[in-house]
């Protein structure tokens, strides 16, 4: 079974104005899998005589942290619905992840020279809309907060997520893993890190007045499950 590990250090500010009401939530993913953990030797001999490819497994950690969401839980906040793009070009989802708050919509354009069709047998969502050519597009809308996932229908191999978030403080890290959430009024929330194929990871924290909030993530994912 998967495992995180949040440390949550909540870090007194000295006198300062403007943080008398709210405060932000910064901090870091950090993705790990388990065969970084383990480095293999090879005898120098070798070394010198061929071309040593990475060790198997070593993952482009900046596409798996694109594959990351963070977000607060619950509806008490605001949701602001916007429109996003999710396309298909060279048969695939690009980009393969997206999150929208709950009303939003998303704009599946066809940017491939061949058919592409986008399906969902999620529970969040469930549609088809059918198959179109390069050019068109299609557009739906996300009313319920949950994880839908987009396939095609002619191209097996293609295989995206939509996040649908309950309110509007969500993001996504920077390719360092660094992360920060919109300020929160006082008092206790949910704040939950998600993966595309890791699922999610949530740390119950209360937010104070004139206290940062920092959150530390670390997520493992199993070896072959990243796409």
Not at 10 to 15: I, R
Not at 100 to 107: F, K, Q, R
Not at 168 to 175: G, N
Not at 198 to 206: Q, V, Y
């Amino acid at each position: 079974m998967l495992s995180v590990v949040v440390l949550v250090a909540l870090l007194m500010l000295g006198p300062c104005t403007g943080l008398a009401e709210t405060v932000g939530i910064t901090g870091t993913v950090r993705v790990t899998t388990s065969l970084t953990k383990k480095r293999i030797s090879v005898p120098q001999v070798y070394e010198r005589a061929v071309a040593i490819a990475p060790p198997v497994g070593v993952r482009d950690v900046e596409a798996e942290l694109r594959r990351v969401v963070v977000y607060v839980d619950g509806t008490k906040l605001a949701s602001r619905p916007v429109r996003v793009t999710m396309n298909q070009s060279q048969r695939r989802f690009d980009p393969d992840v997206v999150a929208v708050s709950a009303g939003s919509s998303v704009s599946f354009p066809n940017g491939d020279p061949i058919f592409h069709n986008v399906f969902s047998l999620s529970e969040t969502k469930h549609f088809d809309l059918g198959n179109y050519k390069e050019g068109d597009t299609r557009v739906i809308a996300f009313e319920h907060p949950g994880v839908v996932q987009v396939h095609c229908h002619l191209h097996a191999n293609m295989s995206g997520a939509i996040l649908v978030t309950p309110n509007s403080w969500f993001t996504q890290p920077a390719a360092s893993g660094a992360f920060s959430l919109p300020a929160l009024p006082p008092g206790h929330y949910t704040v939950v890190a998600w993966h595309k194929t890791a699922g999610f990871f949530r740390r119950e924290i209360d937010v104070r007045e004139g206290q940062l909030v920092n959150l530390d993530f670390e997520i493992p994912i199993l070896e072959g499950t990243g796409h």
